[in-house]
């Protein structure tokens, strides 16, 4: 009897007790749950819905999507380099966005290890297996270094003010350090100088028909030990140079365009251009026998990458200001094959590139980062 007195006097009570501590334990079981989702960055398999898992077969090259990834993460990336199915190379900042890191990324298991701190941008490289990378040390003298990825060795290359190396052939880089290019042998660490930036200046110039200070040459890519691959601002325009490593004679201004932001050289000695011709934005190739110019994707391209065979091409496709599309073809003699939208919408754009058969892409913020990747069999 009086425990039915109890239950009838403090029922409502015990109740809501209840209900209050059910509340609070939800709450803190919800927060645990969302860190382990947002905190820690993981891989995940995306399903075949999001993505197109069934490009077009064409009968004996034919190739399909069999997988894609995404890797989140809480930290920016701004550039990388593929070295296998499942590790990059990249430049990150560190955690007080004082300086640039240079990492490796595992992306089945999300982890990461730090190679070097004090990194430049954009200046890491392979050479026979061998990253070469620049960095700097607090009195601003910059090194450049040789890691090997096997060993975790890393060796002092050269001291000296070059950050911009870009490999020459299978025997040497190409180095600039804002006044001079020079040539780098990393087997003997030898270097020599090539030309002045001013006298780089007057060899485009020349050919161009132009004042050598309406010259400014931004980027390059030696496709062997012979020769390079200029591109320069050439006053209102744009052009590509191709010069001999050494020697002063042979220049040639391979073409001019009214804006190019990116260039592939293809073995054949044809041009993947990114840019704008006759006020037509889009991706050309450009066919050196005949010196013209051949439209392969109208419109505003963010970025473009080729197979080591030159085979199977990629581009970021911007359909407007937000949203985009990741397409994949065949690059033929003449146009493109197969041509296929396999992802849309990658947040932050920066970069896509191929390694074997696989498509890497990057989207970066300031604060955070996501990599894609998207597997491709041959049948």
């Not at 109890?6 to 919800?30: C, E, P, Q, S, T």
């Not at 020769?227 to 140079?241: N, P, T």
């Not at 011709?277 to 110019?293: C, D, I, K, N, P």
């Amino acid at each position: 009897m009086e425990r039915r007195k109890f239950w009838a006097a403090f029922r409502n009570k015990l109740i809501l007790a209840g209900i209050l501590m059910a509340g609070v334990g939800g709450i803190y079981g919800l927060d645990h749950l969302f860190n382990l989702i947002y905190i820690h960055p993981r891989t995940i398999e995306l399903p075949g819905s999001q993505f197109d898992n069934s490009l077009p077969l064409k009968p004996g090259n034919a190739f399909s999507t069999e997988s894609a990834t995404k890797l989140p993460n809480n930290f920016a990336v701004y550039n990388f380099e593929a070295l296998d199915h499942n590790t990059l190379v990249l430049n990150r900042t560190d955690a007080s966005y004082t300086g640039m890191k240079l990492s490796l990324l595992h992306l089945d298991d999300n982890r990461v290890k730090d190679l070097d701190s004090s990194v430049l941008y954009d200046t890491f490289s392979f050479w026979n297996g061998t990253l070469i990378y620049s960095r700097y040390r607090s009195n601003q003298t910059q090194e450049t270094y040789a890691y090997d990825l096997a060993s975790g060795q890393k060796k002092l290359l050269f001291s000296d003010k070059s950050f911009y190396l870009r490999q020459a052939g299978n025997e040497a880089l190409i180095g600039f350090d804002g006044t001079t290019y020079r040539l780098y042998h990393p087997k003997t660490e030898k270097k020599e100088m090539l030309y002045t930036y001013k006298q780089l200046q007057e060899r485009i110039a020349k050919p161009a028909g132009i004042n050598a200070r309406d010259v400014f040459p931004f980027d390059l890519s030696g496709t062997n030990d012979q020769q390079i691959y200029i591109l320069a601002q050439l006053g209102e325009h744009s052009g590509i140079y191709r010069h001999p490593l050494k020697g002063e004679a042979g220049g040639t201004l391979m073409l001019k365009a009214d804006e190019i932001q990116d260039f592939r050289v293809l073995k054949n000695g044809d041009l993947l251009v990114l840019g704008t011709v006759a006020h037509v934005q889009g991706l050309y190739r450009f066919h050196s026998e005949s010196g013209t110019y051949e439209l392969l994707k109208q419109g505003a391209i963010w970025g473009f990458g080729i197979d080591e065979e030159q085979f199977r091409l990629a581009y970021l496709l911007g359909t407007d200001k937000r949203t985009n599309e990741v397409h994949v073809a065949y690059l033929q003699e003449t146009g493109l094959d197969s041509d296929t939208v396999v992802y849309r919408n990658i947040d932050q754009f920066l970069k896509l590139s191929w390694k074997g058969d696989d498509l890497f892409v990057l989207g970066s913020s300031v604060d955070n980062s996501e990599i894609y990747r998207f597997t491709f069999r041959p049948w």
